[in-house]
């Protein structure tokens, strides 16, 4: 039975090694199976005569003298081992023809090798990394199968990207002050910039498949496999390795459509198990060293926070601000803690974004900020005398825009309670703006900058230093402008969180579980409420006349007659 053969087209594999690359190797056997056009008549055999056989011996020299390319070959092929084609032998021995370096470097080569008796291999033959083939082979390379596909403006963009490892220079100090963007790069720039991040060195096993007489011509020359190789020890091979799914078959084009095989197999020399042993010591050995460097980073012990204590961790963003008159925003935000909260020194509880162009996003003009922060904070419980609920900490934020002139306006307060629930949070806050009366102020406003501002940002909610019992704002004048949006990753560490009662299950807040704290909030809820009812019914008995209420405490009091 026939043994069944691939199609070269088949899929590649991924492989993935620790060992340098250097030792990979390829075994690559290739063998003419078979013509599949009609048989061409032989030439006679030479006549008998006084001169058959001397016309015999000329062509039996003739056969010995000229090299017929075997109809079977197999080399080994290490990474990127040059291996030259008939083409590049008679292109490189000519001096003249050799322009770059790498040129003139294969010239010498093929001396040395017509010196040593000639190459060994016949058809099969390689391509480097830094041979022609590859930057074509990657410029030309299709995204489909069609013979007649037409390729995208991006395809031809993309073209010009060579996933190469490149030598880049350091850049200076001075430099880097003096150029940090290039406003009008040229398609120079852009070709040797725009270049991806991930390594990537290629080659390609190759195979000339011409009849005899015709090798070196670049028509017969087929990819038999390609292997790409990247920084992170990540191996490409397609077509894969042979293994025990069959060889693969490549039919040429032409009269007698000849059919070939060929097999890939991985030659790599086998690890001893000695040394595969004393490898596995080593990394066992590195790893427990880098689990030692870890712990003593984090030490032997969860960091814990103390009993009665609560630590907030906030990874915020200031994502947008959207619906504002001007352009050119910019956020500055701060955080107040109120009594019983704290944070440590080196934490920062105010900043400034950058400043932003506004962008049409349907019917608002929106800017996108993305400015990330983040906030640490520390919730100590008190003495559970106190009267005073424990409040969360407010982050204020006010929204500035600024022109050519460098002139600021003022276009918005807001004000936000951090959220007391763990997890995501999207939170979008509408802002407002003092306003004056009458047009002069706007035209103010509109040439000259500044507008009416407050002294104090808290003024947007209740002050921390207002002591009386009533704030008053009658005749305050503000305007709703635009909002901002936030979003805020919260996370929240106690050791409260460890209990297992079944009086954590009614708990509806992270402050019930601070031990003791719910009592004392329930306890102060039912008497505040108790001692509003008292309030409002004494209000409501002073309002009623004196007569009524002494009828109806008579009523009350007098006794029913049998």
Same mark, same amino acid.
């Given at each position: 039975?026939?043994?069944?053969?691939?199609?070269?087209?088949?899929?590649?594999?991924?492989?993935?090694?620790?060992?340098?690359?250097?030792?990979?190797?390829?075994?690559?056997?290739?063998?003419?199976?078979?013509?599949?056009?009609?048989?061409?008549?032989?030439?006679?055999?030479?006549?008998?005569?006084?001169?058959?056989?001397?016309?015999?011996?000329?062509?039996?020299?003739?056969?010995?003298?000229?090299?017929?390319?075997?109809? $079977?070959? +197999?080399?080994?092929?290490?990474?990127?081992?040059?291996?030259?084609?008939?083409? +590049?032998?008679?292109?490189?021995?000519?001096?003249?023809?050799?322009?770059?370096?790498?040129?003139?470097?294969?010239?010498?080569?093929?001396?040395? %090798?017509?010196?040593?008796?000639?190459?060994?291999?016949?058809?099969?033959?390689?391509?480097?990394?830094?041979?022609?083939?590859?930057?074509?082979?990657?410029?030309?390379?299709?995204?489909?199968?069609?013979?007649?596909?037409?390729?995208?403006?991006?395809?031809?963009?993309?073209?010009?990207?060579?996933?190469?490892?490149?030598?880049?220079?350091?850049?200076?100090?001075?430099?880097?002050?003096?150029?940090?963007?290039?406003?009008?790069?040229?398609?120079?720039?852009?070709?040797?910039?725009?270049?991806?991040?991930?390594?990537?060195?290629?080659?390609?096993?190759?195979?000339?498949?011409?009849?005899?007489?015709?090798?070196?011509?670049?028509?017969?020359?087929?990819?038999?496999?390609?292997?790409?190789?990247?920084?992170?020890?990540?191996?490409?091979?397609?077509?894969?390795?042979?293994?025990?799914?069959?060889?693969?078959?490549?039919?040429?084009?032409?009269?007698?459509?000849?059919?070939?095989?060929?097999?890939?197999?991985?030659?790599?020399?086998?690890?001893?198990?000695?040394?595969?042993?004393?490898?596995?010591?080593?990394?066992?050995?590195?790893?427990?060293?880098?689990?030692?460097?870890?712990?003593?980073?984090?030490?032997?012990?969860?960091?814990?926070?103390?009993?009665?204590?609560?630590?907030?961790?906030?990874?915020?963003?200031?994502?947008?601000?959207?619906?504002?008159? &001007?352009?050119?925003?910019?956020?500055?935000?701060?955080?107040?803690?109120?009594?019983?909260?704290?944070?440590?020194?080196?934490?920062?509880?105010?900043?400034?974004?950058?400043?932003?162009?506004?962008?049409?996003?349907?019917?608002?003009?929106?800017?996108?900020?993305? &400015?990330?922060?983040?906030? $640490?904070?520390?919730?100590?419980?008190?003495?559970?005398?106190?009267?005073?609920?424990?409040?969360?900490?407010? /982050?204020?934020?006010?929204?500035?825009? %600024?022109?050519?002139?460098?002139?600021?306006?003022? +276009?918005?307060?807001?004000?936000?309670? /951090?959220?007391?629930?763990?997890?995501?949070?999207?939170?979008?806050?509408?802002?407002?703006?003092?306003?004056?009366?009458?047009?002069?102020?706007?035209?103010?406003?509109?040439?000259?900058?500044?507008?009416?501002?407050?002294?104090?940002?808290?003024?947007?909610?209740?002050?921390?230093?207002?002591?009386?019992?009533?704030?008053?704002?009658?005749?305050?004048?503000?305007?709703?402008?635009?909002?901002?949006?936030?979003?805020?990753?919260?996370?929240?560490?106690?050791?409260?969180?460890?209990?297992?009662?079944?009086?954590?299950?009614?708990?509806?807040?992270?402050?019930?579980?601070?031990?003791?704290?719910?009592?004392?909030?329930?306890?102060?809820?039912?008497?505040?409420?108790?001692?509003?009812?008292?309030?409002?019914?004494?209000?409501?008995? $002073?309002? %009623?006349?004196?007569?009524?209420?002494?009828?109806?405490?008579?009523?009350?009091?007098?006794?029913?007659?049998?």
């Amino acid at each position: 039975m026939a043994e069944p053969l691939r199609s070269a087209e088949a899929g590649g594999a991924v492989y993935r090694s620790r060992d340098p690359v250097r030792n990979l190797r390829l075994r690559v056997r290739i063998q003419r199976l078979t013509s599949g056009g009609p048989l061409l008549p032989q030439a006679p055999p030479p006549l008998a005569g006084p001169r058959g056989p001397e016309l015999l011996g000329l062509a039996e020299r003739a056969a010995t003298g000229a090299r017929r390319p075997p109809d $079977e070959e +197999e080399a080994e092929v290490g990474w990127q081992e040059k291996l030259f084609s008939q083409f +590049e032998v008679d292109l490189y021995q000519n001096e003249s023809a050799c322009q770059t370096p790498l040129d003139r470097q294969y010239h010498e080569e093929i001396l040395k %090798l017509e010196r040593a008796g000639g190459r060994k291999n016949c058809r099969i033959f390689t391509y480097t990394d830094h041979d022609r083939f590859t930057n074509l082979e990657e410029h030309c390379q299709k995204v489909t199968d069609s013979d007649h596909e037409v390729p995208s403006y991006l395809a031809e963009r993309m073209a010009n990207v060579r996933r190469r490892r490149q030598d880049r220079r350091p850049i200076e100090a001075s430099s880097l002050k003096s150029k940090i963007i290039t406003w009008e790069p040229s398609e120079e720039f852009i070709k040797n910039s725009h270049v991806i991040n991930t390594p990537v060195q290629t080659m390609y096993i190759m195979g000339d498949l011409g009849p005899y007489g015709k090798l070196g011509h670049r028509e017969y020359e087929h990819v038999l496999c390609t292997i790409k190789v990247d920084g992170n020890g990540v191996i490409t091979v397609k077509p894969d390795f042979t293994g025990t799914k069959g060889a693969y078959r490549i039919e040429l084009d032409g009269e007698k459509r000849e059919v070939w095989k060929y097999t890939i197999e991985n030659a790599s020399v086998q690890v001893q198990p000695e040394e595969e042993e004393r490898e596995q010591r080593v990394f066992r050995d590195l790893y427990s060293r880098h689990r030692e460097y870890l712990s003593g980073l984090v030490g032997s012990e969860f960091e814990m926070t103390l009993p009665g204590t609560l630590r907030l961790f906030v990874n915020g963003e200031i994502v947008s601000a959207q619906g504002y008159e &001007y352009d050119n925003l910019y956020v500055h935000f701060f955080v107040e803690l109120p009594n019983q909260w704290s944070s440590p020194a080196s934490q920062q509880l105010s900043g400034v974004t950058q400043t932003c162009a506004t962008k049409a996003v349907g019917w608002d003009n929106v800017a996108h900020f993305c &400015y990330p922060f983040t906030l $640490e904070m520390f919730f100590t419980q008190g003495d559970e005398s106190e009267d005073s609920l424990p409040q969360w900490p407010v /982050l204020y934020f006010e929204v500035l825009s %600024l022109d050519f002139w460098q002139r600021y306006r003022v +276009e918005g307060y807001g004000s936000l309670v /951090l959220p007391a629930s763990p997890g995501l949070h999207m939170l979008t806050i509408r802002t407002w703006r003092p306003v004056e009366l009458g047009t002069v102020a706007e035209l103010r406003r509109f040439f000259i900058g500044g507008s009416p501002e407050l002294e104090d940002i808290t003024y947007v909610r209740i002050p921390s230093t207002f002591k009386g019992e009533r704030l008053s704002r009658f005749g305050f004048r503000t305007e709703t402008t635009g909002s901002v949006t936030f979003r805020l990753y919260c996370l929240q560490q106690s050791k409260a969180f460890l209990e297992t009662s079944a009086l954590r299950q009614r708990m509806q807040s992270v402050l019930d579980r601070l031990g003791g704290f719910s009592q004392q909030s329930s306890v102060y809820n039912v008497l505040e409420a108790f001692q509003r009812a008292r309030r409002r019914m004494q209000e409501a008995r $002073e309002s %009623l006349p004196q007569d009524l209420i002494g009828t109806s405490a008579s009523t009350v009091h007098q006794p029913q007659e049998p």
